[in-house]
């Protein structure tokens, strides 16, 4: 591959995580050395503390399009925490209907594996159908969500943004079904909430997670977001988080992620620069590699480039390629890319997300998820497409020097 001028990091998995942003390091550092103090004390510094945590938790519920003085954020460790806190800890929801008795759980077959695991072994769920894009089939959960009667509601489980595929749900037609029979939404947005704005009220989202290490916040902060009216049992006991979530509050790091939520809605402008590079990224792949196949929606529209699709995600079939082998080469070139979610990437089990949209073995190997962001330049793309293509002409060679092995 030609030498550039300069050598950089192409870092392109965003969706794994995000590099920390200047204004949040420096709110955690100015936390951590001015408000440092524990929140539950009754001292004019703890008070003090305490107001950074409580403000913080109202910046984001306002942001999300929340009421803040009514509804709840609870902070927690990671979005895998507050995916759990939302399937597995409801304990009662008020409804104008009938009184609450119960619920069962209609679960996204192509949920995040913080969710996947933790259903896997339940009776009381189902997993709703999806097509060959991972879109939730719509008549199917219409008619799954009818099944239920007096007072024993549907808590339906949606990944509003695919983190492997892109796919972005219709969050308000499924809202609509959902509620329509009286039930509960729970809308995991690690994904989709750093693509873009989100009003909870306005697209009537009963349970949202969100996640600070995907928006340029340090790893360590996640949100539930919890609309009034649901209850919820301790995920830990003690007396914080409304004794839900037990344990000293991380005032520095929930600190730092208002300050990111902030900073994402002044700039949604930016995600139009990057589907703008995620587009010229596939256009170079898709003319330079005839074995290069597009995994997920590839429908257009004209703010995006892929309609329903979140706009820094490009995965990508190398059709007859492992995936594992061109990931590694491309990271010996200092490009950083992943083999479907981050969270798997280090076993070579077939992602359960290829799998549910009808990808098959060896060709679910072949699947590479590009997921660029604003800071991609052209010339990233450039080096991006020399080092694919470098890849391919030294596997031809070692094919060559193989088949010449055995003929010798």
């Known amino acids: 591959m030609e030498d550039r001028k300069e050598k950089r990091i192409i870092y392109m998995d965003n969706a794994g995580t995000t590099k920390p942003t200047e204004r949040a390091i420096c709110s955690v550092d100015r936390i951590v050395r001015e408000y440092w103090y524990n929140p539950s004390t009754t001292s004019f510094m703890g008070e003090q503390t305490r107001k950074i945590l409580e403000d913080s938790r109202k910046k984001i519920i306002r942001l999300i399009g929340g009421d803040e003085e009514n509804d709840n954020l609870y902070f927690v460790a990671s979005g895998s925490m507050a995916n759990e806190l939302a399937i597995n800890y409801i304990e009662y929801v008020d409804s104008d209907a009938e009184p609450y008795m119960g619920h069962s759980l209609l679960v996204d077959p192509l949920s995040h594996h913080s969710i996947m695991e933790m259903c896997g072994n339940k009776l009381s769920m189902q997993w ?62 690690i994904q989709l909430y750093p693509d873009r ?49 037990g344990g000293t509050e991380n005032v520095a790091f929930a600190y730092a992620f208002a300050e990111c939520c902030e900073e994402l809605e002044k700039h949604r402008d930016d995600v139009k620069a990057t589907a703008g590079m995620r587009n010229m990224l ?26 329903n699709r979140l706009s820094n995600n490009l995965s990508v079939m190398f059709k007859g390629t492992d995936a594992k082998d061109l990931i590694m080469y491309l990271e010996n070139h200092d490009i950083y890319v992943s083999g ?13 997300v290829l799998k549910g949209i009808g990808i098959e073995e060896p060709d679910v190997f072949s699947v590479v998820r590009f997921t660029v962001n604003k800071d991609i330049l052209i010339t990233d793309l450039l080096d991006v497409i020399d080092a694919i293509r470098d890849f391919y002409v030294v596997k031809k060679i070692e094919k060559i020097n193989i088949s010449n092995n055995i003929g010798g």
């Not at 990944?159 to 609509?176: A, K, L, W």
């Not at 479907?340 to 280090?346: I, Q």
Request: net charge negative.
């Open 340 to 352: 479907g979610s981050a969270c798997n990437s280090r076993t070579y089990e077939p992602s359960t």
């Open 128 to 189: 709703l159908k999806c097509d060959g894009d991972g879109f939730i089939d719509i008549e199917d959960l219409d008619e799954r969500c009818s099944d239920f009667v007096g007072g024993y509601i549907p808590v339906v489980a949606i990944t509003g943004g695919n983190n492997e595929i892109g796919t972005v749900q219709d969050i308000r037609g499924i809202s609509d079904v959902v509620h329509r029979h009286n039930g509960v939404l729970f809308v995991d947005a």
């Open 282 to 307: 596939w256009h170079d792949i898709s003319n330079n590699f005839s074995n290069a196949i597009l995994v997920g929606s590839d429908g257009k529209d004209i703010e995006y480039g892929f309609s």
């Open 197 to 245: 704005s989100i009003n909870v009220r306005d697209m009537n989202i009963d349970m949202m997670s969100i996640s600070g290490h995907k928006i340029g916040c340090p790893s360590g902060i996640a949100a539930l977001y919890v609309r009034n009216g649901i209850t919820l049992s301790p995920i830990v006991h003690g007396t914080q988080e409304k004794g839900i979530v």
